[in-house]
């Protein structure tokens, strides 16, 4: 193909290349904005911004413009993998995200459903087109799929731990509130049974779920007030669920709020680190003054700093967690974007295997098993291959397993196999 042939086919992008007055922030305009931003929007990037490619690294857009001025424009094969994984396994999410940046571009894009249990060193995502098409997407790319798929598996992991115990989410105040629909749809796919937050909750399409700040107790400045204003207040469907750690020792609060509130469906604690001490100990101290009394019915939700060593040790003799940071704050999957093809040649870097691959999944006794191949070779292989058509000539494939519900039902099926560390 000739120098402008390969000029024809490049794709006209959405915007220039930038000057390098545009590339060091260096305008007039620039410097008088700079000041003023956070007050107006909280610093959040508007969709739109997101989907022109202008939340990308500058190294994309000088790779861009070196690459248009020579003429240069190859055919590509891009995999996105985990070659290490914390804890040997993850789980998928920012699928639907990705669909919607990369969509009406001059691409084949095939991936993993959302919601699948992927392994090291297998590609959850492959790009095919010209490189052009989307090279300055690869940010925003592996930023929805790094830490979308982050916190997803941390939600598997804490969901995997607490088996029947319901885990509700409690972590958006620990980010950024223009995440809070994000960490919220993650955690509720990766097996959590509820969350906390309003807006992400509307988002999900369920309802939010939780119980009362230490602050109502305080404006009070009685529990056994507050908890009866809540009971009268709060409608017949919310939980009462009164918090017992306020002032007073855990027990101490317990017994007077289940002998305060006729119908009190559990207690919650939230006691500090700097009074924890041995908290087991703390909470069968707490069932078994309730016990005594004939308050037998009553459960215990426990919150604050839980995480997968607590809910282990807790998870037989509780009711409920709430857990916050641990999820919302979960280390991002470390996923790279890497050219595999070029061409219709093997071709990759030092550390990553070149040509087209496929992932096969295989049942077995234990569960499943999963193994890598060149997807173009002739060799029959057992197991379902787990990249499928996402899109195809830039339009999203219709029967393609985007919603939420299903990624959801998917993750909880895989944990009942998946092995724990």
Known sequence: MSDAEIREEMPATTVNAPS???????SEKGKKKKGRVGMEDFWIVPSDEILAGNTTDVYFLRTEEVLRKKGINPRVVAEVTASSLEHGWGVLAGVSEVATLLAGKDLDVYAMPEGTIFFEEEPVLRIEGRYLEFARFETPI?????????????????KKKAGDVPVISFGTRRQHPALAAVIEKCAYMGGMDGVSNVAGASRIGIQPMGTMPHSLIICFRSQ??????????????????????????????????????????????????????NFRRIVEEVRWELDIRGFKNVGIFVSGGID?????????????????????????????????????????????????KQVYRKKTEKGFEDFVAIEDSKQHFEGEPLLKPLIIGGKIVEDFPLSLESARKRVLEQLKVVEMD
């Open 20 to 26: 390098a007055e545009k590339q060091t922030g260096g």
């Open 142 to 158: 592996l930023g929805f799929l790094c830490h979308e798929s982050g916190i997803a598996t941390k939600a598997a992991r804490i």
């Open 224 to 277: 056994q007030d507050a908890w009866k204003a809540f009971d009268e207040i709060m409608p017949e469907d919310v939980p009462r669920i009164c918090l017992c750690d306020t002032y007073y020792d855990e027990k101490t609060e317990t017994v007077m709020a289940a002998e305060t509130l006729k119908r009190l469906n559990a207690v919650r604690l939230d006691t500090p680190s700097s009074r924890r001490g």
């Open 308 to 356: 997968e060593a607590e809910i282990e040790e807790l998870r037989d003799i509780v009711s409920g967690f709430g857990v916050g940071t641990s999820v919302a704050n979960a280390k991002c999957i470390d996923f790279a974007l890497d050219i595999v093809e070029i061409e219709g040649e093997p071709c990759a870097k030092r550390g990553k295997k070149g040509g087209k």
